[in-house]
């Protein structure tokens, strides 16, 4: 890419950073046109994509070059999805998106209660030996989950030993809350950062 067209592109990519800070000012006319050009592009990008990756070599190549017709099923539920938008035939789509949902819900639910309920269980069956730092960090672990899970145990009165272990719970939540929050900002700020640097940097050269 030569010098000039490298400086007409930072142009345009620092026009559009540009207008989509003057939303820190108010909604305005230029955010707008920016960031409708942003989703616009961004979806003509990713529908491209999706043929490419998923409709041709998923669907199409598996009918054309592997023989293999019975894709046609999968690909005229599809077709039917599309129903939705008419008023009068809405209720076809109904099927293809019912045995969509079953399906998904029949993948997703195991793979959740792996990742979010067995894992987690698994997370907390850590050795607690008091003799090394690493014992006592699992002794915290556990102690920290189990205060979690006291504050949501409604079926008894906080109070007394139970109402201080609730306590100390909300204190983890929090701080947990807090850490994941604080992480999130910084990501952003990073983001940020970078946009400054490119602005100073790669558009107007006033920093290396």
């Avoid at 939705?84 to 109904?94: E, G, H, L, M, P």
């Avoid at 006592?136 to 979690?148: P, Q, R």
Wanted: hydrophobic share 55%; with cysteine.
């Amino acid at each position: 890419m030569s010098p000039l067209e490298l400086t007409i592109w930072n142009t345009i990519a620092a026009f559009f950073t540009i207008a989509i800070f003057t939303f820190l000012y108010k909604d305005n006319t230029l955010y707008k046109i920016a960031e409708s050009i942003v989703v616009g592009v961004a979806a003509g990008y990713f529908t491209v994509l999706l043929f490419w990756t998923s409709l041709k070599p998923k669907f199409w190549d598996q009918i054309t070059i592997y023989g293999r017709w019975w894709y046609i099923i999968p690909g005229l539920l599809g077709l039917l999805m599309y129903f939705r938008f008419s008023k009068r035939y809405a209720w076809i789509s109904r099927y293809p998106l019912c045995l969509y949902i079953g399906i998904g819900s029949g993948i997703a639910i195991p793979l959740s209660l792996q990742t979010f309920v067995v894992r987690q269980v698994e997370a907390t069956m850590l050795p607690m030996s008091f003799t090394s730092l690493e014992g006592w960090n699992n002794f915290l672990v556990v102690i920290m989950v189990f205060s979690g899970l006291i504050y949501f145990f409604f079926s008894m009165e906080h109070r007394g030993l139970v109402g201080k272990t609730a306590t100390f719970g909300i204190w983890v939540i929090m701080v947990g809350f807090g850490a994941s929050f604080g992480y999130t900002v910084m990501a952003r700020v990073s983001l940020l950062i970078g946009r400054i640097q490119f602005l100073l940097g790669d558009w107007l050269h006033l920093v290396d």
